[in-house]
């Protein structure tokens, strides 16, 4: 028996990194999972066999995201949400930041979150179901990601504590914070990182493990907000 048996899932920003992780996951432990992004033949092509359905979706395009959430709802119940799309740039110091890069990163990291929350809180409510926001331990202590990604993560980690203080008796909130991962995301860093670095980082398997933990937990237990970091890159507070 999977832990997640007779469950159906929703992951965004699934096409690679931790979103797909959390979609071979899920699957893995016998849900049936419906994965979003704006690429879905990659999700097709690593998903190959297994019970997930890929979407084409812009989590910022809220009219598709409506779209997307009726046709979920048509199809039965939905007991849990995982938001990991996001991106990063490499023109993230203060002061190379542009308006419409600030725009488009705060588009995409935190109000394609609320998107995908808003246009399935209903059925969310109804299965007594989980949302799990992927956020980084960047929302909380300064690093590199650069000041809008770290303000679009810390938002993210706040709204997940404040839908978890709304939702005391219906939807568990998570806010999964993870520290450095070896995913494509770090190509868009200013000076992508070494080999000898990457080896020592997270995978997306690992935070994949901590989505598919909390969401097994028994209805009367809730995990808020989870870290997870790097044995030999533990980093928290040092600024340099």
Known sequence: ???????????????SGIGLATALAFAEAGAR????????ELIEQAAAGRDIVAHRLDVTDRAAVGALAERLAAQG??????????TNIKARRLEQLTPEAFDDLIALNLTGTF???????????AARGDVVLIGSVSGAWPDRSGATYQA???????????AAFDEQHGVRFTSIMPGLVDTAILENRPEP???DMRAQMLHAEDVAAACLF????????HV?????????????????
């Open 224 to 240: 808020p907000e989870l870290t997870i970091l790097p044995t030999n890159l533990q980093a928290l507070g040092r600024t340099t």
């Open 193 to 195: 990182p070494t080999a």
């Open 152 to 162: 679009s993560k810390a938002a993210v980690h706040a709204f997940a504590r404040g």
């Open 77 to 86: 119940p939905l007991h849990a949400l995982v938001a990991a799309a996001g």
């Open 214 to 221: 909390v969401v097994s937990l028994p209805p009367r237990a």
């Open 33 to 40: 999972v419906h994965a979003a992004a704006r690429r879905p």
């Open 115 to 125: 998107n995908v929350i808003n246009a399935l809180l209903e059925p969310l409510r």
């Open 1 to 15: 028996m999977g832990a997640l048996d007779g469950r159906t899932a929703l992951v965004t920003g699934a096409s």
